[in-house]
């Protein structure tokens, strides 16, 4: 059977390329050709340092590998008998290689030069007692212009988009945002295009300032350097709504701190392994609503292809397989917004 390359991690804290059997897909699924593949700046990094609860993560065992990697895209190269909802030539997120690396991980794959991706709508219409993939409904066809690195890095804009959508965003409305990573620069740029004013981030370090204000902020603060402006503001009730996007105590005091005592925090960072003080968590203002990226697709793909949303503008590096170790030693260093790897 051909092997292809796939990014591993066998130990904690490291990765490497590994050779493993090329998917064969099933009859609801349909082969991709993996064309690129971000590295999770959150996800990824917690497999490689074990960081997980249970099998996935510190509890896997030592020495057994995790395939790393889910947002991929690539085209349709082949379908199975019963996979109607993808053709060859399509242009699909998140291939995988879940249920085809025996001893792997069972979710991830997509930093492989192969993976498949299921059809779900035919699997529930045929009423198919096939176990499905927790990515099954995020498969999705990209539009003709778009390209397979900006449909990598689109996974990370739709949940940020939709995180904002579920928020309610209104035009006029204050926006406080705590964080200064990638996500944080996506939920500035895109609060703007919905209109919220003003929009204030807090950070910790001063030179974040310009590429916030280039993403559309409106206020920039550092600590508890509070302007005029925004202490006004405070005084009078609070922001009202502010998404912790750090995921830390301190990122969310922050936000209770300025939300008022009517406000909401929307916690973007709420994926497993993430535990906030149990007295900060509980607080009724706090509010948690995972974002269906799904849902985000057509409406983030019509934003790329009308130029309002440039996902270039996100990527620091465009890396080989092959280099890897540094790629991910970038990300842990603060050193990378956005890392793709292309296959």
Same mark, same amino acid.
């Given at each position: ?62 020495? @057994? ?199 909401? @925090? ?73 890392? @793709?790897?292309?296959?």
């Amino acid at each position: 059977m051909k092997n292809m390359k796939t990014i591993i991690s066998s130990n904690p804290g490291q990765v490497c390329l590994g050779n493993i059997p090329v998917p064969k897909p099933g009859k609801y699924e349909a082969l991709v050709k993996i064309e690129a593949c971000a590295i999770c700046n959150h996800t990824d990094m917690m497999f490689v340092n074990r960081e997980f609860g249970g099998p996935e993560g510190g509890g896997h065992p030592e020495g @057994v590998p995790i395939n790393l990697g889910h947002e991929s895209c690539g085209v349709v190269i082949e379908v199975g008998e019963k996979c109607r909802s993808f053709k060859v030539g399509d242009r699909v997120l998140r291939a995988h290689t879940w249920g085809h690396y025996p001893g792997g991980i069972g979710s991830e794959g997509g930093m492989s030069e192969y993976g498949v991706v299921q059809d779900y709508a035919a699997i529930q219409e045929d009423g198919a007692d096939i176990p499905l993939n927790y990515q099954a409904t995020k498969h999705q066809i990209l539009p003709q212009g778009i390209d397979s690195v900006q449909g990598a890095v689109m996974i990370t804009l739709k949940e940020t988009w939709q995180t904002l959508r579920n928020f309610d965003i209104k035009p006029g409305e204050p926006l406080g945002i705590v964080g200064t990573g990638p996500v944080a620069v996506c939920f500035a740029k895109f609060a703007k295009l919905m209109g919220a004013s003003p929009i204030v981030v807090f950070g910790r370090r001063k030179d974040h300032e310009k590429k916030f204000k280039d993403a559309g902020a409106d206020l920039y603060v550092v600590g508890d350097d509070f302007p005029n402006e925004l202490q006004k503001i405070i005084t009078d009730g609070g922001l009202g709504k502010v998404i912790e996007a750090v995921g830390s105590d301190s990122a969310l005091k922050m936000c209770l701190d300025v939300a008022g005592e009517k406000g909401t @925090v929307q916690l973007y960072g709420a994926a497993p392994g993430l535990k906030w003080e149990d007295s900060l968590r509980s607080d009724p203002r706090v509010w948690v609503k995972w974002p269906d990226e799904e849902d985000a697709n057509e409406e983030m793909a019509k934003l790329i292809l009308e130029g309002e949303v440039n996902p270039y503008e996100y990527i620091s590096h465009v890396l080989q397989p092959e280099d890897c170790q540094y790629g991910f030693d970038l990300v842990k260093k603060h050193n990378a917004t956005k890392v @793709v790897f292309l296959f």
